[in-house]
């Protein structure tokens, strides 16, 4: 069975720092691209970065470029998501996907919850 568990999540004020979790298993991690996707209360999902699996090759989003950053333990079967200079714009569940891009929900984690406020 494939699972994905995020965790890390929480309240934190605007310039803070989060580092989110996901714990994958029950399928190839070294051999899946990984993704952290989000969505905002009353919004669609929104794609925040991706992370390849040969190269660890990282894509952003323009809204976290230069704040969050992506990477992966392929050893550990995690990957994370740096948050740093958090907005509260960057309100949102945050889920663990697997496979670049934005994909549908059946791809993604329960998700963990980040709020950003003062």
């Known amino acids: 069975e494939v699972q994905l568990v995020e965790s890390g999540g929480g309240l934190v004020q605007p310039g803070d720092s989060l580092r989110l979790s996901c714990a994958a298993s029950g399928f190839a991690f070294g051999s899946a691209d990984m993704s952290w996707v989000r969505q905002a209360p009353g919004k669609g999902p929104e794609w925040v970065s991706s992370?390849?699996?040969?190269?660890?090759?990282?894509n952003y989003a323009d809204s976290v470029k230069g704040r969050f950053a992506i990477s992966r333990d392929n050893a550990a079967n995690t990957v994370y998501l740096q948050m740093n200079r958090l907005k509260p714009e960057d309100t949102a569940v945050y889920y663990c996907q697997i496979g670049g891009g934005l994909r549908s929900k059946q791809f993604w984690g329960q998700g963990t919850q980040v709020t950003v406020s003062s």
């Open positions: 992370i390849n699996t040969y190269f660890g090759r990282t």
